[in-house]
């Protein structure tokens, strides 16, 4: 029997993290070693990171014009869909700024040797000024007025992301507003576009398991098995702050903003989130969730149909607090000091990610690809990454389900459904 994608690709990670390791210890500086290198590992690993970007444009530009104009015509929803637009941009924000919190307070990409950690800040430095092509970093005032790009298809083509994500927002917006036929076919053009995407993404990721194992490879072969330390630490940062999302952000929104009591909302959610966890699609798990919403939570169709249908692709919290967590490890990892106009800037783009991620296995990684080459940090690192991304990507998953029902529970409260019947569920 065929194994898994999951398992295929934690196969290719701890044989290419493994022979790697073993190289190192065994040839150091061996030229047979750093020929193989060269020709082979680093070549292979670079040719699946630049298949992933290549379709960064098409799936962002359309996942993300589609998670806004789902929302439908914002004068004829009323306070529905902006109760569920403000929740949404408010508690992806929290879950960001609790994963930048947690990753600069426990530093998880930090401790590597002085001599391995000024190599890697060295090949950074010099991948970042190939970047900016001798141009300081845009800070404050400038940062802000660039994100409106003047011609968005410049700003997509030089890997403008950020003001090519601003045009993609602004699209959705003018959809939602513009009930005409002519925009309902061009709604079902980018529809066609995110299919198409996403059908080629898959394609890519099923060489996961050769591309991680070349990364790997070539990352332990230069630094041995120290690099997987930091790599446990990574995990355990990620579990951290996702739990505290969880359990204590959703907790106070559901007790506080939904009159309902939070040990009764995670029991009757318990279904959803199994779910989630096992199949770490918001998509696949949105039947079991309207279901749990409607049967365990009793909350007014109406609410929860329009609420959970958005929030599988556009409230996205543990995908953007997970962005934001491995973008400043990798950061920290490679040795790339982040100003805090930079770090600022991988907030916007995470919470701007956690509306236009695909709600699929694997759907944040070509955002992390983006932001990691908009900061100068060597998108080799997403190889350490993809080792350990099922398990993170089923957790992440969980806590965006639970969003997603939780959401639902704070604007069902004032639509229809008293507040002692949601305390009662």
């Known amino acids: 029997m065929r194994l898994p994608l999951h398992a295929r690709i934690l196969t290719g ?42 379709l960064v444009v098409p799936l962002i530009f359309s996942a993300l014009v589609l998670g806004i104009s789902g929302l439908g015509d914002l004068r004829h929803l009323g306070r529905i869909g902006l109760k569920t637009l403000a929740y949404t941009v408010v508690v992806s924000t929290i879950a960001v700024f609790i994963g930048v919190g947690v990753v600069n307070w426990l530093r998880p990409g930090e401790g590597l040797s002085p001599d391995l950690q000024a190599r890697l800040s060295s090949r950074s430095a010099e991948r970042l000024a190939t970047l900016t092509q001798g141009k300081p970093p845009a800070t404050g005032i400038d940062l802000l007025v660039q994100i409106i790009p003047d011609n968005p298809l410049r700003a997509a083509a030089n890997g403008d992301l950020l003001g090519w994500m601003f045009f993609a927002a602004m699209v959705g917006v003018g959809l939602c507003l513009t009930p005409t036929p002519g925009a309902a076919v061009f709604r079902d053009a980018v529809e066609g576009l995110y299919d198409l995407s996403m059908r080629l993404i898959g394609m890519v990721i099923e060489l996961a398991p050769f591309g991680v194992g070349a990364l790997l490879f070539s990352l332990t072969a230069e630094l041995g098995w120290d690099v997987l330390a930091q790599l446990a630490r990574y995990v355990l940062v990620v579990l951290l702050a996702l739990a505290i ?3 204590v952000v959703y907790s106070l929104a559901v007790r506080f903003l939904g009159g309902m009591s939070p040990w009764r909302f995670f029991r009757a959610i318990e279904e959803a989130m199994l779910t989630a966890f096992s199949t770490a699609s918001s998509n696949a798990t949105l039947p079991t969730a309207l279901r749990v919403a409607e049967e365990n939570l009793h909350l007014p169709p109406h609410v929860s149909r329009f609420v959970l249908t958005i929030g599988s692709t556009a409230n996205q919290n543990g995908t953007a607090l997970f962005e934001g967590v491995t973008v400043l490890f990798l950061a920290q990892f ?27 296995p ?3 990684l070509p955002v992390i690809v983006l932001i990691l080459g908009m900061v100068g940090i060597p998108v080799e690192g997403i190889g350490l990454i993809l080792g350990v991304d099922r398990f993170l990507d089923m957790c992440r998953t969980t806590l965006n389900v639970t969003g997603d029902l939780a959401a639902a529970v704070v604007v069902s409260r004032g639509e229809g459904v008293p507040s002692a019947n949601l305390a009662r569920s």
């Open 334 to 360: 490679y040795g790339v000091p982040l100003s805090f106009a930079q770090q600022l800037l991988v907030v916007v783009v995470c919470i701007l990610g956690g509306i236009g991620t695909a709600g699929v």
């Open 245 to 247: 999302h969880q359990f």
């Open 362 to 364: 694997a759907g944040s």
């Open 13 to 54: 990670a701890a044989a290419g993290a493994a022979l790697g390791g073993a190289a190192a210890a065994l040839f150091p500086g061996d030229p047979v070693l750093e020929t193989f290198l060269k020709y082979v590992a680093r070549p292979a690993g670079q040719i699946f990171l630049r298949l992933l970007f290549m």
